[in-house]
């Protein structure tokens, strides 16, 4: 699985769960000062973000780490090497 | 002339707030006797009489304020959203004539007369409560016919820009499926100041929209998407508020 894939399914949920524009959608943005997600709205990102991929982030030490949305590329696309369910869930 | 100004919007406030509290002390001794949402509910009427008396008639020589319903006369009970650049903000909130129950931080709380009424108000206390207690307690103040008001930028702006909006209030009005209120108010950013200096005295505007429907409140997908919706709406007609007080002004 490429990373423009884990982009994709990635962005899908900000699209679906938060209607933002894909445009809008580049790695460089912040999550909280650009997309102006506040703890909650983190909540309901973490809560999407593991319902699309099947996996849990609660006890993953590096969600707390993300800054912007190629910090959530990069962590989906080394749970994605780490757990190949999850490439098996994307291309099902 | 402003700081003289300032000594005596400020004396007369504070005087008009002993001579009411004083007056309705029997009234909040009698409220005490009711069980605990009704008691709130009436101590709510009181304090929305005493900010109408402000705004109306003690601030009246210093400035005016000219107040729109847009809301075509719906009351069904939900949740006020404001914008907040100043703290006068409180006190025009009662324009809408609606007995309400303020979201606020701690600090006011513990202001003497007003902050003590604002608790037995049941006004909602954002900084110490989690989001269950925040919300069972909105649901009590509706319960009783009235609202809650909320200012979601969480601080004062000062300045004709809103600050981002915080998505609590907005989960808030989600989870219990009822409709949200837009309350504009445009003119105040520097009445008073963040050290609560009246910087100029200047005629204001306040403008209550919506309500965005129940129904539409409850089929966003989350609260970012309603907290979103809201801003747009907000920021578009204060725009529209702040160029109209710039002609006014002009003329």
């Given at each position: ?39 909650l709205d983190i909540v309901d990102m973490i ?46 | ?113 007003l902050g003590w009424v604002a608790k037995m108000a049941g006004y909602l206390n ?126």
């Amino acid at each position: 699985m490429d990373r423009n894939e884990i982009i994709k399914a990635v962005n899908s949920i900000f699209i679906e769960r938060f209607e933002l524009e894909e445009s809008e959608l580049t790695p460089e943005k912040n999550i909280i000062e650009d997309l102006q997600l506040d703890s909650l709205d983190i909540v309901d990102m973490i809560v999407g973000l593991q319902q699309k991929f099947g996996i849990m982030l609660r006890d993953n030490p590096e969600i707390r780490n993300v800054r912007t949305l190629g910090d959530v590329y990069d962590l989906f696309e080394k749970l994605a090497k780490e757990h190949p369910e999850i490439v098996e869930r994307l291309t099902k | 002339m402003t700081r003289l100004r300032n000594i005596a919007i400020y004396s007369l406030t504070l005087l008009w707030a002993f001579i009411y509290w004083v007056a309705a002390a029997p009234l909040l001794l009698l409220a005490a006797l009711l069980p605990a949402e009704k008691r709130r509910h009436w101590v709510r009427v009181l304090l929305l009489y005493f900010g109408l008396s402000v705004v109306r008639v003690i601030w009246r020589p210093f400035f005016k304020v000219g107040f729109e319903d847009r809301t075509g006369g719906v009351r069904i009970p939900g949740i006020v959203v404001a914008n907040h650049r100043s703290a006068i903000d409180a006190f025009l909130v009662s324009l809408p004539r609606l007995s309400l129950a303020q979201t606020v931080n701690d600090w006011p709380l513990r202001v003497p007369i007003l902050g003590w009424v604002a608790k037995m108000a049941g006004y909602l206390n954002i900084t110490n409560w989690d989001y269950e207690t925040l919300k069972a307690r909105a649901e009590g103040v509706l319960s009783v016919g009235d609202m809650v008001v909320s200012y979601p930028e969480g601080t004062r702006s000062e300045s004709r820009t809103m600050g981002p909006f915080r998505s609590g209030i907005f989960r808030v009005a989600m989870d219990m499926g009822v409709p949200l209120y837009i309350l504009c108010i445009a003119g105040n950013e520097k009445m008073p100041d963040r050290k609560f200096r009246f910087r100029e005295f200047r005629d204001l505007k306040v403008r209550f929209l919506g309500p965005i429907p129940a129904d539409e409140v409850k089929s966003c997908a989350t609260a970012y998407v309603l907290k979103k919706k809201a801003f747009r709406i907000m920021s578009g007609e204060l725009a529209s508020m702040d160029a109209e007080l710039e002609n006014e002004r002009a003329l």
